[in-house]
């Protein structure tokens, strides 16, 4: 791989001390109308890691341009405060139960969660009123020096906790060691900085988001790494019979988005991946070279644990972005038709390997 290596002209200790700080369906279209309640203020449910923080101001300053007043609710996780690595019995929620349960206490009225950690299981009692314009979907390899996946010596040890990320590391350097993290941004860019990792994996949206751009990293191209369904987007749920909560968030709703991690979604439901299969999926919206007619275009993988097998398959189907309901049918189907696709080819076993 070409090193792209993003803006680094700090070493990794001086960019330390200047940043350190202690199934989706069926889908409810948002439908934008002024909230009669004009001077409730809206609770924000979030939780405590900085990233999170970041997340839920940006959602509290988007409704502020639509003159929507709110306050934070900051809370802690269960995947906050137990930091053994996933497995089975506890992946399920681990990062939204308690965010969700806020709304259901009447603690809050919005919970705003990283889509990609938000199950695919339908609970009748939230609504996903809106998901924003997405950042970026792609992962990066995050070490001291900056250096690219190829330059790393042989056997080194690599961070991250992700199935995904471990099989489709382990596909391009079956040397490496990859050991699990847990933790924050901050915490695990402060066990890179000790010395127990050679480089960690990190979701560039959360080093965009938190402005880190001097941060010695070097971003993976699509085909080195897929992202986890949903990565890069947010997910805010209200209560499903908290009309105001839905229609002040749903001017948020961005659809091509929606669109995106609808399909992508529908793919880890259909095939019960849950948060430990190493699936990965990219939703696109592309205009054709005539430019008269838009596509939803609809990339999934499944892989072994070990990454020494690769399932791919790929669909697209036309989409109106000027409608709602029809063409969330069309970006379910699409997500429907690519798992079918997946599971004809084998899906099921990997996906029982890494359980």
Known sequence: MAAVVARCPLIFDDWIKLNDSSTPSPERIPTPQVPADSDRIIRIATRESPLAMWQARYVASRLKEHGVATELVPLVSKGDTDLRPIDGTRQVGLFTKRIQQALVDDEADVAVHSLKDLPTQVDERFSLAAVPVRETVRDSLVSVDGVSLDDLPQGAIVGTGSTRRIAQLRSIRSDLEVLPIRGNVQTRLAKLRGGEFDAIVLAEAGVVRLEMHDLPRVPFSLKQMLPAPGQGALGIEVRSDDEFAFAALSKLDDRPTRLAVIAERTVLAELHGGCLAPIAALGTIEQTPDSETTELSLTA???????????????????????????????????????????????????AAAR
């Not at 989409?319 to 038709?337: F, I």
């Open 301 to 351: 993988v499944v892989l072994s644990p070990d990454g020494s097998r690769r399932l791919q398959e790929q669909a697209r189907c036309r989409v109106d972005l000027n409608t709602a309901t029809a063409e969330v049918a069309s970006a379910e189907s699409l997500g429907g038709r690519v798992a079918e696709a997946l599971r004809s080819d084998g899906a099921g076993e990997l996906i």
